[in-house]
């Protein structure tokens, strides 16, 4: 939940896809998940091996974010100088709240140490792309970057090259594969094609309750669902974006002016197909928070009370990284009274969160939502229950929005729903997939203390590809 983001929509056998699919991403990730994902990268995680000192160099395209990415690598090699006015010159308001000129040529320095960096991949439109870069002594980095209207900066990240990976040959391999990863990870995989919960294909790791970052929005889409069907809500009705609504990035409606509307089935395309976290709020606002929290036990969640009171994004901002932290030990001990009193108790207006706050996991202080694999598969067939329903018919539109991989990896299959999430140290997928009269449900949830281990989310997300291949054999 560095940016309570969609997670990765990666190939992680094709480089050119990988690229596609991050840069798509980095329109929706924003500022604070930029400067995030920069000093992350400044921290020197997860270099890949070196390149080959013979790395073919790729022209960078003559557009306005190409030209951006170029000064990028120059900046990296010292061909140009840069004061923290230039980097502020090219960043965009939202940018600069989210990280300073100062900051950027910080990290800027740091790895300019790799140099010489060679632009060896790039793939873009005109206000997105994404280039891979190499270095003799640093390894291989992606550099991803996004800009506004005006060609300013609005997004802008760095991030270890997803390692190359041997997709698994069968399910003995896989489960080998998942139990070798850094971080502690779950990979289940349940036959649904009853309608229930079946057979379990495969399962890793521990089958308890876990952090799910924003895979929790699969709630908030049900308790909406709820709220249509007993007439309390439409699809067409207009929500309006507030001070007090407004959350962190990923997504994109903290960007609108106070007072935008949006109607409850945008802000529920944006909740699941990006991740809009100022999107989920408002449809939590719209539906209160108590039908987020009977959702979850009309979804089938075995435990509900571990989310109980059901916090928005902006909330557990606040609480996980607000005010230095302080609030971390009181949600941790609290009561579920004490915890609505912190809730309720929680400032309105501009969030007082920045950037560089968000450090540490606080998913260990029960700051996150939790649910076992099992609840998540129950969540998606109810999910698919409310879309046999008047009041749920856009649901399975609004699931499959956003595949979660890339088109190449979804071949084959009719209908593929997903759901993910992140934090510091969190990292989950989703997945509901239907061929001909099979379905099955494949989650993967990964959690650990040290956010280093999950920085190549290609490689966790890549387990759940390689469960996908295998359904399909």
């Known amino acids: 939940m560095t940016s309570l983001a969609a997670g990765p929509s990666t190939d992680a056998r094709s480089g050119s896809a990988r690229l596609s699919q991050r840069s798509r991403r980095l329109s929706v990730a924003g500022a604070l998940a930029a400067a995030t994902a920069l000093l992350l990268s400044a921290c020197g995680s997860g270099a890949t091996p070196a390149p080959d000192d013979t790395a073919t160099p790729v022209v960078i395209a003559d557009t306005v974010v190409g030209e951006h990415i170029s000064w990028t690598v120059d900046a990296l090699n010292g061909e140009v100088e840069v004061t923290a006015a230039d980097v502020e010159e ?23 140490a790799g140099k010489p960096w060679v632009p060896t991949a790039y793939e873009g439109t005109d206000t997105q792309a994404a280039a891979t870069i190499e270095s003799g002594s640093q390894g291989s980095l992606d550099v991803q970057a996004s800009v506004d209207g005006d060609g300013l900066l609005s997004g802008l990240l760095f991030t270890p090259t997803p390692a190359e990976r041997t997709p698994a040959a069968d399910w003995d391999e896989l489960e080998e594969n998942v139990a070798a990863l ?49 007439d309390r809500l439409t699809w067409d009705d207009e929500l309006e974006i507030t001070a007090d609504l407004k959350s962190l990035p990923s997504g994109e409606l903290q960007n609108e002016e106070d007072g935008t509307t949006v109607t409850v089935r945008d802000a529920a395309e944006k909740m699941i197909a990006i991740s809009d976290n100022t999107a989920t ?9 108590e039908a987020a929290e009977h959702a979850l036990v009309d979804m089938g969640h075995s435990e509900p009370a571990l989310n109980t009171p059901f916090p928005s994004t902006r909330a557990l901002f606040q609480i996980g990284w607000g005010d230095d932290g302080a609030l971390r030990e009181p949600w941790s001990s609290g009561s579920p009274d004490e915890r609505r009193a912190i809730l309720d108790a929680l400032p309105g207006g501009p969030i007082e969160v920045e950037a560089t706050d968000l450090v540490g996991a606080v ?7 939790f649910a076992t694999p099992d609840d998540l598969v129950a969540a998606h067939l109810a999910l698919q229950g409310l879309a046999e329903t008047e009041a749920g018919e856009p649901v399975r539109d609004i699931l499959s929005a956003n595949p979660g991989f890339a088109p190449s990896v979804v071949e084959g299959w009719d209908y593929v729903a997903f759901k993910g999430g992140s934090s510091v140290g969190v990292l989950a997928g989703s997945w509901y997939v239907e061929t001909g009269d099979e379905a099955y449900v494949i989650s993967l949830q990964a959690s650990t203390e040290d956010p280093a281990a999950l920085v190549d989310q ?10 996908l291949a295998l359904l399909a054999e």
């Open 90 to 112: 090219r960043l965009n308001a939202d940018m600069l709240d989210a990280v300073s000129g100062e900051q950027l040529v910080d990290i800027l320095d740091q790895l300019g």
């Open 182 to 230: 850094d971080a502690p990870t779950s990979l289940q995989v349940t036959d649904v094609s009853d309608g229930t919960a079946g057979d379990v294909v495969l399962a890793v790791g521990d089958d308890g309750a876990q952090p799910l970052g924003s895979i929790f929005k699969l709630y908030v889409l049900g308790a909406v669902v709820t709220a249509i069907d007993e």
């Open 281 to 289: 709020d408002m449809l939590m606002a719209a539906v209160g928070r």
């Open 363 to 369: 998913w260990t202080e029960g700051i996150d939502w």
């Open 458 to 467: 290609g490689l966790y997300f890549g387990q759940a590809e390689d469960a």
